[in-house]
């Protein structure tokens, strides 16, 4: 075990600080996990930890020895500890853990696929809520075309509430993933404000992918061109679209109470 840090200017907490940022994050192929759950998920799904920082004015030792081994455990006191975390709620632990690729060539989907693609997602917290949906709904896999955020962002596994790591996903162009898709013959079925055929009116039992755009300008005209079916949430309000997330819950839990239906 490493020698208790108790001033907020040492060199590993600063280097582990800097790992806020997307930019540094992509040059040290690696991130932060807040919270012992989130850790223990990462590890079940094959994470490879460099560092595991722990209060132990909140958490024993032993505690975090049942996670990790000892060589990579970093003691730190309280004041610390309160500099590096955003979460109240984060058990006393964070780590440091080495990024993966996600490629779409990587994904093992099953022999009826349910797929949803977010194109340009933007903001981490919807990232990470959708991927906590599909974990929920069963999906097959999450793709995220174009995007905005990198899944590593700290707001998206605090959101997700480590399903980042359970769930299977990958980043690819919207060119790929439109090939990818019909390669493997799945649907492509486009939320779009402007079409006329409502969501509980269209066939998500076969192999289908559920396509979401961003809030403000929705999914491209590339997207539309090559879907198989554009599909609209009908609205009863006075606002014409809802947050990405919830629309991505409303439209996934349709497909599932579809599939649910013929396999009964």
């Known amino acids: 075990m490493h020698i208790r840090i108790t001033s907020p200017q040492n060199p590993k907490i600063k280097t582990l600080l800097a790992l806020e940022k997307a930019r540094e994050r992509k040059e ?68 440091v853990a080495e990024m993966r690729t996600h490629r779409l060539q990587d994904l093992v989907l099953s022999k009826n696929p349910l797929v949803l693609v977010l194109e340009s997602v933007e903001k981490p917290g919807n990232l990470g809520a959708i991927l906590r949906t599909a974990d929920a709904a069963g999906v097959d896999a999450v793709i995220c075309c174009d995007p905005q955020t990198d899944f590593y962002n700290p707001n998206v596994i605090r959101s997700s509430l480590g399903c980042v790591f359970t ?15 019909k390669m493997n013959s799945i649907a492509i079925y486009c939320t779009y404000l402007q079409a006329s055929k409502p ?31 554009n599909i609209i949430i009908p609205m009863h309000g006075k606002i014409d ?24």
Request: glycine letters at 4%; a negative charge; charged letters at 20%.
């Open 28 to 95: 040290q192929q690696r991130f932060v996990i807040e919270g012992q759950k989130e850790i223990a998920l990462a590890l079940e799904a094959g994470y490879r930890i460099n560092s595991l920082f722990f209060c132990d004015e909140i958490i024993s030792a032993e505690a975090a020895l049942q996670l990790v081994d000892d060589r990579l455990l970093i003691p730190v006191s309280r004041e610390v500890f309160n500099r590096l975390v955003v979460r109240e709620n984060s058990g006393g632990m964070l780590a």
């Open 167 to 181: 769930m299977p996903i990958a980043s690819a162009s919207s060119d790929e993933t439109i090939s990818w898709l």
């Open 199 to 229: 969501y509980t009116e269209t066939d998500f039992t076969n192999a289908s992918a559920i396509v979401m755009g961003t809030e403000a300008t929705g999914i491209s005209p590339l997207w539309v061109q090559h879907a198989d079916a």
């Open 241 to 264: 679209s809802m947050n990405v997330s919830t629309a991505a819950a409303v439209v996934v839990f349709e497909a599932r109470r579809q599939r649910s239906l013929k396999t009964a």
